[in-house]
């Protein structure tokens, strides 16, 4: 049996290319894990066929728990014949919210059942599976932080930055990413935003607006100095005008940097150390009670995390016994 913490990540940027003839979008951003997590246990069992349990949000044969198991099935069936998986969800990771939920999810499922089954699969073989589940798998299967482009399967990975503290608002709406691209193509067509092309460089397989280089200069930068943008956030702020009051909030309690997360619903802050993330969510709490204010109060959830180098932290189980080994000794994805 393994247990496996699932992290969630923020996106640092995120820049759409046009919608290909395919009906997909290039993408462009540093991705990077923050302390948010789910917890995934994962065993084998006796009778053949998946049970999955926890709250999921959806019918178990459409999560991305189901879909990751059925992958690895398919990837590795000789030597997975004759057995059945049985995984368990808590969930903690806010769905419909830009944190990678799911895709940190189907991720964790892969690689714990690589651990079980001992199939002693690559990083990159892993990340091939998960790239049919879902456009960030392939990230989580990496983790840390990384340059992310094409429809999310190219990984770069970069140094993780772990000196600032980050405070997560997930205001009481979902955001359905086929929605958010769909509304960001609208908006487009009308000239109300501004179309990146969607050709591409030559020997390139994917649009490039910036190079790893210069993306990860301005990563290293005070962050205060940061210009990064996400192109959801206007289509996010045109149907949720409450973001510009949510957006207020976050500046006056000292963000330094305040940005959407993937294609929303979640947006955050970022402070000088995880414990002004802690002050900040106080006083978040606050100001949202105080007047005008007072109508914002059905945000759902206010998260002080930090980043951090790794998106998965693996312990084994035998049984009734517990893994003693320390952090450093267990096995995780990203850097330590």
Partial sequence: MVEIQAFAKINIGLTVFGRQPSGYHDIEGIFQNVDIADLLTLSIVEQPGIVIRGDLGCPAERSSVY?????????????????????????????GAGLGGAGADAAATILGLDRLFDTKLTRS??????ACIASDV?????GGAAVVRGRGEYIDPIQPRQDFGVLVIKPSWDSKTPEAYSELDTLRKKGLLQE???ERRFGDHWCVSKTTAALVAEY???????????????VLREKHREYTSLYEIMRQ???????????GSCFYGIFASKTDAVEAAIRFRELLKSGAKSALLPTTGIFATQPLARSMKVRY?????????SDKERPCYGSD
């Fill in 138 to 142: 392939p990230f989580f299967i990496y």
């Fill in 125 to 130: 073989e892993l990340a091939n599976i998960g």
């Fill in 196 to 198: 990146l092309p969607i």
């Fill in 317 to 325: 189980i035998q049984g009734c016994s517990e893994d003693t080994r």
């Fill in 253 to 263: 309690c000292g963000a330094n940097f305040v940005s959407m997360s993937g294609s």
């Fill in 220 to 234: 290293k930068n005070p962050i205060d100095t940061w210009t990064f943008q996400n192109d959801f956030e206007t």
């Fill in 67 to 95: 879909q990751a198991i059925v992958a690895f099935q398919r990837a590795c069936g000789a030597r997975l014949e004759g057995s059945g998986i049985e995984a368990s969800v808590i969930k903690r990771i806010p769905s």
